[in-house]
Every structure is written in C-alpha cells, then in structure tokens.
C-alpha cells in the first residue's frame, strides 16, 4: 500500500494518496517513513495554496483560511512528529527536507525566528556530515535575521551566502541584500551606495539598486538634475 500511495503522489493525485497513507497511519503511528510523507503532503498542499493566494475569492476566503489552518497544523504535526521519532533513534539522521519544508510553513505564518531555528539544524546537520551548505540557507536565514530586525546577523549572514556562492547568477542579489542591510547596520551609507552604483554598472535594469539609490539621495538632501536624472532612467524601465 506504501507502493500505491507513493504512485498517487507520484501522478499528482494528492488527496488520493492522503486517504491511502492516512489509512495506513491508523495502525502504524510510529513509522517515520509515514509521519514524514504525510507531512510532506499536506505542506504541498499548503505551500502551493500560499503561492496562488491572491487568486481566490474573497467569498471564499473566510470558509478556505479555516480549511488551511487545519492542513497547516497537520502538516506541522506530521513533521514535527517525524523529526522526534527519528532523532530519538540516535544513530539516524533527519531528512533535511523535512526542516527545509517547515521553515517555508513557519515563514507563511511569520514565525521568523522558528524558521532560523529550522535552518540552524539543516546547517548543524550539514556540517556534522562535512557537506557544502548551500547559498539559498544562508541566504534564507539572513532574510529571517532581517525580518527579525537583527540587522548584524543579517549582514553576517548574507556574507556567508556570498562565500558560499559557486554561482554568478546570484551574486548581484547577495550584493544588493548585503547593501541594504548595510544601510541598516553601518554609521554612513557610502558602501550602500558604492554597492548599488556598481550593481547598476553591470546590470542597469536593476530596478530596486536604482530605487534605493534614488532614496538615499533624497534623504540626503539632494535635489535638481541628478535626481531628476535618475528618477527619468528609473521611469523609463
């Protein structure tokens, strides 16, 4: 019956492969194999609902926000549950995935600081293995640390996604966030805005490099030709 759900799952047949494994679930609560699938599951069902949310109707939201709340806490059930059992076990490792999904979860619900929580243990785990950590976690976690307003461990973190980082594609992304969170954390703003000149130089559609650059300006005090000039190239992308 594992077979079966897995091939439901497998073909996107969602609620079809809950009913199986949930049957499954009512005589084998302890297997962790089904504690994690079921919360990996219900997550899907939650994460995707998340990314479309806009598209729904306000008649329905009332009656759909009570129905996700209730997947939601299942889906943090499962996991959590999953992780218990197979830490217990000692000598076992916890898939990552399991904390990678609940960080996600604990995002939608703007619990910041369960989600670093998450990711620290990805991070644990991975260094306790001798793997590479990859740039998203650190990355995830400096945008958590932003969140939070500890713009120090921002910073700290967002450097460390940028060494991390085995990918120019995303490096002006880490150079924009390590700037604006220097904005945050620095006595002036002349690295911020070194860093957004340079990230215009090589990518000039960078709207958010400019629009932050503009700002800045204007805090300042500047007005005239400069600002107008920007504010122009800005209205033009």
Known sequence: RFGLG?????????????????????????????????GILYSSKIIGLDNSKNQSSATSNGKASVQNEDVMNKAFFFLEKYIRLTRAKKNQLVNLNAYLVLSQLYEIKNLYDKSLHC???????????????PLEV???????????????????????????????SSVLTIDYNIARTSEETDDTVDFAVDSYSNI??????????????????YVRGERGEKLESEIEKLMRQ
């Open 119 to 133: 990711l620290s243990k990805v991070v644990e785990q991975l260094e306790y293995m001798n793997e590479m950590i």
């Open 200 to 217: 215009l130089k090589t990518n000039p559609s960078y709207i958010t490099a400019r629009m932050r650059n503009i700002f800045i300006d």
């Open 138 to 168: 650190y990355n995830n976690m400096a945008c958590y640390y932003f969140s939070l307003n500890n713009m120090a461990k921002a910073k700290e973190f967002f450097n460390k996604a940028k060494e991390a980082n085995v990918d120019s």
């Open 6 to 38: 897995q091939s439901q799952y497998q073909n996107n047949l969602v609620e079809e492969a809950l009913l199986t494994f949930e049957n499954m679930y009512k005589t084998n609560e302890s297997i962790q194999e089904l504690n994690y699938v079921l």
